[in-house]
């Protein structure tokens, strides 16, 4: 296996289904990097400026190529990032694997949703359109997986 797999390599187990794929969104990632991008350049000017550099605007223009070029580098590996959710585990990139009984909290970050382990590992599925949305799913799947588990004892 890779480490740098951008997809799922975990098998499923005896009787597991994906249930759903959650895959970035590419207007999301452009609108962060948006986002990004203005708080560069208004940094390269600021620190211009506090500089006391008379070409303040150029810090605008390096932030923005920086961005820029950022983006359109990492838009092809984080654009084909693929988790799966299935009725037992969250499969991430590669061999990454939470078991949903192991999830301890669910957190949206602007546009990106983290998991967190019960032993403290933490795994971000980043632009994500709708990052509520899918918190709620991954959320659902934990609650039908604990009353399935509790109806099996």
Known sequence: MSEYALTPETSLETGETVSESFHPDRQTYYRDHAWI?????????????????????????????????????????????????????????????????????????????QIVTIGGEKHLMRYQADPAATRRRIEAQRGAQRQTGDASR
């Not at 008379?54 to 359109?72: D, E, H, N, S």
């Not at 799966?84 to 669910?106: H, S």
Request: charged letters at 20%; a positive charge; aromatic letters at 8%.
């Open 37 to 113: 991008a203005a708080l560069a350049m208004a940094g390269g000017m600021a620190i211009l400026w506090l500089m006391g550099s008379p070409f303040v605007w150029t810090g605008a223009v390096g932030g923005l190529a920086a961005i820029a070029v950022r983006a359109f580098y990492l838009a092809s590996d984080e654009l084909a990032v693929r988790w799966d959710l299935t009725d037992r585990r969250l499969l991430g990139p590669g061999p990454r694997q939470v078991r949903l009984e192991r999830i301890d909290k669910l957190r949206t970050i602007a546009s990106a949703v």
